[in-house]
């Protein structure tokens, strides 16, 4: 099924192709055996492929990147078919459609997407009524945003309305302030910037039961120098760790034919021209906290032997979004079976 619509996507249109395959996980997932079948097919368990990141049991290292499950709808289904956590997101508080579309193309040539979809949500009141049920075990990872409409020095409060609302819901958070893929909203960028987002989150936190892990989502175009800021933003505060990376607006190296690119217009490139960069980011990070603090590799994990250079760089859990769309559901399995072979 994975398959015939990736076939068929350029009939379809990528973004097309995608909500057709989720639609339908979303409805068979609610027929009574399909999760199961979906877990006997695909899903790989076995004890020594758990892990304990920031306090949180992983039953395996490969999580599904923000933006595939934006509003929460079918993090039961990526679970049944392997998938050791679910990034849920880019959840803003109220409900926005992004950019005009096509906004989403797949370039075949490079093994890479490319997306200007900006952050589309159905707001808070959905995904709550997602997740508020029992989640069995499956680990959910909210990823936060604000809305485009929201001016910038209000930013912190969006981002904290997201967060005390989902609080109760969500596992951990990402805070998304890395490049965003809507080429018109507001990135923060500077130390004073991202803690005035962070401080009255974990102000917020130290007033609850439950203890939530905060981590910090960042872009692959960063300087060094910028990178070492993160970092050393993690260091000195009480954030628990780095996602890295998103995706990359650079669109050096590829082989996509130029005239067709230039056609689709401006995007985020995601999948293998970003592979090498995503591990150097995370390396970084790595060497520079002394590999003392949790980091998620995802970025052009395109095979299980990507996965490994991620975690051998110093990466904890990895996740994976154009990975999975290029390689099908058997992906997540596979990169489990490898690293059991290790
Ligand atoms: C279509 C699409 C939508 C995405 N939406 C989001 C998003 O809403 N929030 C976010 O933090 N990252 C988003 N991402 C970035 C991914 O989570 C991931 O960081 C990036 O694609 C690199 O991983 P990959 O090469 O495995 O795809 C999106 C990526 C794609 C391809």
Redesign the pocket.
């Known amino acids: 099924m994975f398959k015939l619509l990736s076939f068929l996507s350029p009939l379809l249109g990528a973004e097309r192709a995608h909500d057709i395959a989720t639609a339908i996980l979303y409805f068979t997932g609610k027929i009574p055996g399909v999760k199961w079948l979906l877990h006997k097919l695909y899903a790989v368990e076995d004890p020594s492929l758990e892990r304990e990141v920031f306090g949180i049991k992983f039953r395996n290292p490969v999580g599904m990147?923000?933006?595939?499950d934006?509003n929460g709808d079918i993090f039961r289904e990526l679970s049944a078919m392997g998938f050791g956590f679910v990034e849920i997101?880019?959840v803003t508080a109220l409900s926005q459609t992004g950019n005009p579309k096509p906004r989403?193309f797949r370039l075949d040539n490079d093994q890479a997407?490319m997306?200007r979809?900006g952050?589309s949500c159905k707001g808070l009141e959905r995904v709550i009524s997602n997740l508020r049920h029992e989640h069995n075990g499956i680990v959910i990872g909210c990823?936060i945003?604000k809305n485009s409409a929201t001016p910038p020095e209000d930013a912190p409060q969006d981002y904290l309305k997201v967060f005390r609302n989902l609080y109760q819901y969500a596992d951990y958070f990402?805070v998304?302030v890395?490049y965003s893929?809507s080429f018109k909203q507001y990135v923060p960028r500077t130390k004073e910037s991202i803690i005035s987002i962070l401080n009255p989150l974990f102000d917020f936190r130290r007033g609850q039961n439950q203890y939530r892990p905060i981590l910090l989502?960042i872009s692959p175009d960063l300087s060094n120098e910028d990178i070492d800021m993160m970092t050393d933003i993690m260091v000195d505060t009480p954030l628990d760790g780095i996602v890295a990376?998103?995706?990359t607006i650079r669109h050096t190296g590829l082989t996509t034919d130029s005239e067709l690119l230039k056609s689709y217009g401006a995007g985020a490139i995601?999948?293998k021209p970003?592979t090498k960069r995503?591990i150097e980011v995370v390396r970084r990070v790595y060497q520079r906290s002394h590999g003392t603090y949790p980091i998620i590799g995802?970025?052009?994990?395109m095979t299980p032997q990507d996965v490994k250079d991620m975690l051998d760089a110093g990466a904890s859990l990895v996740?994976?979004?154009?990975?999975f769309v290029y390689n099908g559901p058997r992906f997540v399995g596979d990169i489990c079976n490898s690293l059991l072979n290790k």
């Open positions: 990147a923000a933006g595939f934006r997101g880019t989403l997407i997306n979809i952050l990823n945003g990402t998304n890395s893929t989502k990376t998103n995706a995601s999948g970003l995503s995802v970025g052009g994990l996740q994976i979004y154009t990975g």
